[in-house]
């Protein structure tokens, strides 16, 4: 990974499997459903990924305490 090219790929690489274990633990832990969304263009910002959960429709609040 000499250019910086392939780093900032390599770096992009590592934010989304960062993010895909966050999208795992609020499912499987939290008993929630997530996905990722992207927000914005990538040329106004790279930081564009946004990581939304939502309570599942057939649990309520106190069923998840």
Not at 17 to 46: C, N, Q, W
């Amino acid at each position: 990974f000499n250019s910086f090219s392939s780093r900032a790929n390599l770096g992009k690489m590592c934010k989304r499997l960062i993010d895909f274990g966050r999208v795992h633990y609020v499912r499987s832990e939290l008993k929630m459903s997530a996905r990722l969304v992207r927000f914005i263009d990538a040329s106004i910002t790279p930081e564009n990924v946004l990581l939304l959960a939502w309570h599942r429709p057939d649990q309520t609040i106190s069923s998840l305490a």
